[in-house]
């Protein structure tokens, strides 16, 4: 079996270090020593074209945005889904991840920044998104590690009442908004309802086949007809399930 091999390394926007390994035709990508990704799990970067472009099978001609490239799988598993006249933005911080796109997980998945219905924009994507106004069909964010960042602090603006009211104003009507994310977050999916959002809440593999590592997708959109079936629906609290509202049990005497 060979080692593994230091291939490159970038910058991120926070100044931290970015290297992409190679271990036989497998890839990884580590932030400051933590793992980012790895080719063999994504399983759940399919999941969420899978969920977040379900609505729109049929379409001849939709529009979505794509945050974060990642790897491409996302890209791939959405091209794959959609019709030959669709438009799909992809916004990518990084423009070493466009390159290691191109040079090395191209020969994974098919080379999707090759397909002609893709518009790569390089910068940042709250940007991409708040000069857009009911443009896009579906958003799907694979933004740093989710709404906890990992590799960007600048990225928690996505993540926060204005990204999210900022993906809203994006959206079409009968739009979906679908974001991955490595953990679960009750405070993120009642951020979700709060703006106005129908809400479902995945638990999706990290690798096909894999029962111990999970990740999540949420699926949100105005319309709740159109969600995809399954997952759970989290619900906001009730006002007397507040903190403030709560009874203390009493005492035992």
């Known amino acids: 079996m060979n080692p593994r091999v230091r291939i490159d390394t970038a910058r991120t926007p926070d100044g931290g270090e970015m290297v992409l390994y190679q271990h036989d035709r497998d890839f990884s990508i580590k932030i400051n020593g933590q793992d980012l990704m790895h080719s063999r799990q994504h399983e759940s970067e399919l999941e969420l074209a899978r969920l977040g472009c379900a609505h729109l099978a049929g379409r001849k001609a939709p529009s979505i945005l794509i945050g974060g490239l990642g790897m491409g799988y996302t890209l791939r598993q959405a091209l794959d889904m959609l019709s030959p006249h669709a438009q799909v933005v992809v916004g990518e911080l990084l423009g070493a991840v466009v390159e290691w796109n191109r040079e090395f997980f191209g020969e ?110 949420w699926v949100a959109s105005e319309d709740k007809i159109i969600l995809p079936p399954g997952g759970g629906e989290p619900r906001l609290p009730l006002k007397n399930e507040s903190k403030g509202s709560r009874r203390r049990p009493r005492k035992r005497r």
Not at 197 to 206: M, W
């Open 108 to 217: 994974l998945n098919g080379q999707p920044l090759g397909d002609e219905r893709v518009d790569l924009k390089t910068g940042n994507i709250v940007e991409l998104i708040s000069r857009s106004k009911s443009k896009f069909d579906a958003i799907l964010l694979d933004v740093d590690n989710g709404p906890n960042a990992m590799t960007d602090s600048g990225n928690r603006r996505l993540y926060g009442r204005e990204g999210i009211r900022a993906c809203r104003r994006a959206l079409r009507e009968q739009g979906c908004l679908a974001v991955w994310s490595a953990e679960a977050s009750k405070k993120f999916e009642q951020l979700l309802m709060s703006c106005s959002f129908h809400v479902r809440r995945f638990r999706v593999p990290a690798y096909k086949g894999s029962k111990s590592q999970s990740r999540f997708v």
